[in-house]
């Protein structure tokens, strides 16, 4: 009796023996697949990551590269009966970050409507209007509170001038094609003026 005893352990044990190594391998069978899936996750996840990183940089960079313009003002000719220049005065978008007004495009519809670079141009000129650390010397706007006149030459610019009651739009265009646009309307009188709001 006592030998059939030990065959039926040994067999017992047998049994537990491959159960054992039955489940140690359905266990390194599952981290496998968990690791394999793991990865995957990963690189799908930095995918939308890498992807969401992008669009919020050139969200970031039309911020940066908009201006905004608080004042706009016509310069009269000296007949007194056009407005051969306008002056926009500008500041950084709101939150924004840094923005070199010499790579800006000026583009207006006035007259057969002309395109001029301000950082090259002869009908464009800038002047500081507000700036503490002097980084408009080089045409930087780098601080919510500086301001900028940028002072267009239409009648050089277009070859004519706004008259009385005339309108027409005035566009700022940044490199990466974010664009600032102004309507100017001319009073329906110039009579004695020197300048004008429009």
């Given at each position: 009796m006592i030998e059939p005893n030990r065959h039926r352990e040994r067999a017992a044990t047998e049994r537990r023996a491959q159960s054992s190594?039955?489940?140690?391998?359905?266990?390194?069978?599952?981290?496998?697949?968990?690791?394999?899936?793991?990865g995957v996750l990963f690189e799908?996840?930095?995918?939308?990551?890498?992807?969401?990183?992008?669009?919020?940089?050139?969200?970031?960079?039309?911020?940066?590269?908009?201006?905004?313009?608080?004042?706009t003002t016509g310069h009269v000719n000296t007949t007194g009966e056009t407005v051969e220049a306008v002056t926009l005065v500008v500041k950084r978008a709101e939150g924004g970050g840094n923005m070199d007004l010499g790579d800006v495009v000026v583009g207006t519809t006035i007259g057969s409507g002309a395109n001029a670079p301000v950082g090259t141009s002869t009908q464009v000129?800038?002047?500081?209007l507000a700036?503490?650390?002097?980084?408009?010397?080089?045409?930087?706007?780098?601080?919510?509170?500086?301001?900028?006149?940028?002072?267009?030459?239409?009648?050089?610019?277009?070859?004519?001038?706004?008259?009385?009651?005339?309108?027409?739009?005035i566009r700022l265009l940044s490199p990466d094609g974010a664009t600032t646009t102004v309507r100017v309307s001319v009073p329906s009188s110039l009579t004695g003026k020197t300048t004008v709001p429009l």
């Open positions: 190594v039955g489940s140690i391998i359905l266990l390194i069978a599952a981290l496998l697949i968990a690791a394999a899936t793991a799908v996840v930095g995918g939308f990551q890498s992807d969401a990183a992008t669009a919020s940089d050139k969200s970031a960079d039309r911020v940066i590269a908009r201006a905004e313009v608080v004042g000129s800038l002047t500081a700036d503490d650390d002097d980084s408009l010397a080089r045409g930087i706007l780098n601080d919510d509170n500086d301001r900028a006149a940028l002072r267009i030459d239409i009648a050089a610019l277009t070859g004519v001038e706004l008259q009385p009651s005339e309108s027409g739009t």
